[in-house]
């Protein structure tokens, strides 16, 4: 399929189910090589939260033809650069490299999805380095605290509950048997997809694949979750004490999935409420009100339905109480409303521009490439998310706010100082 200019991208599929991507562009000096298998935390079982980034950590490690270290050592003297991500719904591994480097990844690649060494020592470590990485991220960071909480308090069946990092105490109880169960069951080509862009020769390419993957078998890989978390029916409110020296506070409403109709109209609606000096959030509660030091929302792209969530830190002596009000006025009046075509010609500028700039490098069009697959599973559905956002109208804007913004499913989560006394309510007949 076309990919705008003279490239073209083509999807291969091999015996044993291993997909490919191949975005061949000679203008580049570059290859990207990009690895994303349909594994994330929402794949875990209680009791085995985590698995999935450890796994991102793991496969750096040793493998029966290369020594600790060697992985990373082999890459950089190729002049490349490396690097891993895992969520919700995957887990993705990129290179960055020359174009002569590409029979090096290949190789890398098909190594460590059937070659990985997953005893005692190497568990041990890639625990305690995981561990010392919840508690800079999590426990000793209050966004990523209140965040861990918000999940788990708007979400009671579905395994979006559970943060990805995992929880403390299973991380410290995994064992080699419990990654080596993984393993087999989800680093399979059939439940893989490889992106290649850039330099290089696509025959070269495909008979590299087929001589380094081809042989490795596929797997009885576990269907994915099929939950549907229950309808919430009224909002779910709770209070943090934090190391912090202002208020703050975190909402998430109930928000489509990526693959929603409705996605688009969010993302553009976020666009208009947060995002940049002149959205209106920023404007009331920071400029106007100057209530609020720092102020952030998105939506989680998600296969799932998940959260749109804010964030929202105060400034000192300011109060929840005052910026929650503000808040709910501005989503009331988006709600009651429509957007004028000005306002929403200029989110609309925004986004393509975003859009457009995450596909600038080899780098960005394998990550959107690889990412459209997995979550939507079909890559082809980049190449629509452009005109959807063009297609957006002030009536979808609307609509969307009011399906989202329903305070009933609403969970909120309020973190004070720790220290601060709460106010007590007037008694009556006294002032406030």
Same mark, same amino acid.
């Given at each position: 399929?076309?990919?705008?200019?003279?490239?073209?991208?083509?999807?291969?599929?091999?015996?044993?189910?291993?997909?490919?991507?191949?975005?061949?562009?000679?203008?580049?000096?570059? *290859? !990207?090589?990009?690895?994303? +298998? =349909? %594994?994330?935390?929402?794949? /875990?079982?209680?009791?085995?939260?985590? &698995?999935?980034? @450890?796994?991102?950590?793991?496969?750096?490690?040793?493998?029966?033809?290369?020594?600790?270290?060697?992985?990373?050592?082999?890459?950089?003297?190729?002049?490349?650069?490396?690097?891993?991500?895992?969520?919700?719904?995957?887990?993705?591994?990129?290179?960055?490299?020359?174009?002569?480097?590409?029979?090096?990844?290949?190789?890398?690649?098909?190594?460590?999805?059937?070659?990985?060494?997953?005893?005692?020592?190497?568990?041990?470590?890639?625990?305690?380095? *995981? !561990?010392?990485?919840?508690? +800079? =991220? %999590?426990?000793?960071?209050? /966004?990523?605290?209140?965040?861990?909480? &918000?999940?788990? @308090?708007?979400?009671?069946?579905?395994?979006?509950?559970?943060?990805?990092?995992?929880?403390?105490?299973?991380?410290?109880?995994?064992?080699?048997?419990?990654?080596?169960?993984?393993?087999?069951?989800?680093?399979?080509?059939?439940?893989?997809?490889?992106?290649?862009?850039?330099?290089?020769?696509?025959?070269?390419?495909?008979?590299?694949?087929?001589?380094?993957?081809?042989?490795?078998?596929?797997?009885?890989?576990?269907?994915?979750?099929?939950?549907?978390?229950?309808?919430?029916?009224?909002? =779910? %409110?709770?209070?943090?004490?934090?190391?912090?020296?202002?208020?703050?506070?975190?909402?998430?409403?109930?928000?489509?999935?990526?693959?929603?109709?409705?996605?688009?109209?969010?993302?553009?609606?976020?666009?208009?409420?947060?995002?940049?000096?002149?959205?209106?959030?920023?404007?009331?509660?920071?400029?106007?009100?100057?209530?609020?030091?720092?102020?952030?929302?998105?939506?989680?792209?998600?296969?799932?339905?998940?959260?749109?969530?804010?964030?929202?830190?105060?400034?000192?002596?300011?109060?929840?109480?005052?910026?929650?009000?503000?808040?709910?006025?501005?989503?009331?009046?988006?709600?009651?409303?429509?957007?004028?075509?000005?306002?929403?010609?200029?989110?609309?500028?925004?986004?393509?521009?975003?859009?457009?700039?995450?596909?600038?490098?080899?780098?960005?069009?394998?990550?959107?490439?690889?990412?459209?697959?997995?979550?939507?599973?079909?890559?082809?559905?980049?190449?629509?998310?452009?005109?959807?956002?063009?297609?957006?109208?002030?009536?979808?804007?609307?609509?969307?706010?009011?399906?989202?913004?329903?305070?009933?499913?609403?969970?909120?989560?309020?973190?004070?100082?720790?220290?601060?006394?709460?106010?007590?309510?007037?008694?009556?007949?006294?002032?406030?």
């Amino acid at each position: 399929m076309p990919f705008g200019g003279e490239l073209t991208l083509r999807r291969y599929r091999f015996d044993n189910g291993l997909i490919l991507l191949s975005l061949p562009d000679p203008s580049t000096p570059l *290859v !990207s090589y990009h690895t994303w +298998f =349909r %594994v994330g935390s929402r794949n /875990e079982q209680p009791g085995k939260t985590g &698995l999935a980034h @450890l796994f991102e950590h793991l496969m750096f490690g040793q493998t029966a033809n290369l020594p600790h270290g060697e992985l990373d050592k082999r890459i950089e003297s190729a002049g490349g650069e490396t690097n891993a991500a895992t969520w919700t719904d995957w887990t993705h591994y990129h290179t960055e490299l020359p174009k002569d480097g590409l029979p090096l990844m290949v190789e890398i690649e098909a190594e460590r999805m059937q070659n990985l060494i997953l005893r005692a020592p190497q568990v041990s470590s890639e625990k305690e380095v *995981v !561990s010392n990485e919840r508690r +800079f =991220r %999590v426990d000793d960071d209050v /966004e990523g605290a209140v965040s861990e909480r &918000l999940y788990a @308090l708007a979400f009671k069946r579905h395994p979006y509950h559970h943060p990805t990092i995992g929880w403390m105490s299973d991380i410290e109880g995994f064992t080699p048997d419990d990654c080596r169960k993984f393993y087999r069951a989800y680093y399979a080509p059939n439940n893989a997809t490889i992106v290649a862009a850039g330099n290089y020769d696509e025959r070269k390419l495909l008979a590299m694949v087929q001589a380094r993957y081809g042989a490795i078998p596929a797997a009885h890989v576990p269907p994915p979750p099929r939950v549907v978390e229950p309808e919430q029916t009224r909002e =779910r %409110v709770a209070t943090m004490r934090a190391a912090t020296p202002t208020e703050k506070i975190a909402i998430g409403y109930r928000a489509p999935a990526f693959g929603d109709p409705d996605y688009p109209a969010l993302s553009l609606l976020n666009e208009l409420l947060f995002v940049g000096r002149g959205a209106r959030m920023f404007q009331r509660l920071v400029r106007k009100e100057q209530l609020a030091a720092e102020l952030h929302a998105g939506i989680a792209p998600f296969i799932d339905p998940g959260l749109y969530d804010i964030w929202v830190g105060l400034r000192p002596g300011k109060r929840v109480k005052s910026a929650l009000r503000v808040l709910e006025e501005e989503l009331a009046r988006v709600c009651e409303r429509r957007v004028s075509p000005i306002e929403l010609e200029r989110v609309k500028s925004r986004a393509e521009l975003g859009f457009l700039m995450s596909l600038e490098t080899v780098g960005g069009k394998a990550e959107q490439l690889g990412f459209y697959e997995t979550v939507q599973g079909d890559a082809a559905q980049l190449f629509v998310r452009l005109a959807q956002f063009r297609a957006v109208t002030a009536e979808d804007v609307q609509r969307v706010a009011q399906r989202v913004f329903d305070d009933k499913q609403r969970t909120r989560i309020e973190v004070l100082p720790e220290g601060q006394r709460r106010r007590a309510k007037p008694k009556r007949g006294a002032s406030a």
